[in-house]
């Protein structure tokens, strides 16, 4: 099993535990967090059951899933929420989707996360190609995508099922050979 320390300057990256539900039900339990996600807030069972999720696919071999708790590198306080999902037909490219709790916005953290996430796929996954998609109206994650590197690659036509129907969704990505390690 790999387990994940990562770390930046403003945060670092660590794989959840049992003791983060209640931190990241602050994430996926407030509306404002979710606005942009694909579902509605969260109950603190259905977070709890996310985490007992993300333990089991930290202990699969190959490992295909990373959820990790960001926290912040001065108070060590998990601020948000990271995943890495390793595609299962195509194992050097991989999906990254994340959130941060609402106090934290409009600081760069989003854009510190990013590059962190990229860091940590790149160097220690060796990974080749990472992407994420975003709401079309989700203008801080377009700013916090391009700022780490990453380019906007299009638009998925109704690609997210959400509360309040069929969303498109913008594809951003970084591929390794044309990264730069800002």
């Given at each position: 099993?790999r387990?994940?320390?990562c770390?930046?300057a403003r945060?670092?990256?660590?794989?959840?535990t049992?003791a983060?539900?209640?931190?990241l039900?602050?994430?996926?339990g407030?509306?404002?967090?979710t606005?942009?996600?694909?579902f509605?807030?969260?109950?603190?069972p259905q977070?709890?059951?996310l985490?007992e999720?993300?333990?089991?696919?930290?202990?699969?071999?190959?490992r295909?899933?990373?959820?990790?708790?960001?926290?912040?590198a001065?108070?060590?306080?998990?601020?948000g929420?990271?995943r890495?999902?390793?595609?299962?037909d195509?194992?050097q490219?991989?999906?990254?989707?994340?959130?941060?709790r609402p106090?934290?916005?409009?600081r760069?953290?989003?854009?510190?996360l990013?590059?962190?996430?990229?860091?940590?796929?790149?160097?220690?996954?060796?990974?080749?190609?990472?992407?994420?998609?975003?709401a079309?109206?989700?203008?801080?994650?377009?700013?916090?995508?391009?700022t780490?590197?990453?380019?906007?690659?299009?638009?998925?036509?109704?690609?997210?099922?959400?509360?309040?129907?069929?969303?498109d969704?913008v594809i951003h990505s970084?591929?390794?050979?044309?990264?730069?390690d800002?």
């Open positions: 099993m387990l994940v320390q770390k930046g945060l670092g990256l660590r794989d959840v049992e983060d539900a209640a931190a039900h602050g994430i996926y407030d509306p404002a967090a606005q942009y996600m694909p509605a807030p969260l109950t603190f977070v709890t059951a985490v999720e993300a333990l089991r696919a930290a202990e699969a071999e190959p295909q899933l990373y959820v990790l708790a960001v926290v912040d001065d108070h060590r306080d998990v601020i929420v990271a890495m999902h390793i595609e299962a195509q194992p490219s991989a999906e990254i989707g994340l959130g941060l106090d934290q916005w409009g760069g953290m989003g854009t510190d990013i590059k962190l996430l990229l860091s940590f796929g790149f160097k220690q996954l060796r990974l080749h190609r990472i992407w994420g998609a975003r079309p109206a989700n203008l801080p994650a377009q700013l916090a995508m391009l780490a590197g990453m380019v906007e690659e299009g638009l998925v036509e109704q690609h997210m099922r959400t509360p309040g129907g069929w969303r969704s970084a591929v390794k050979d044309r990264w730069i800002r």
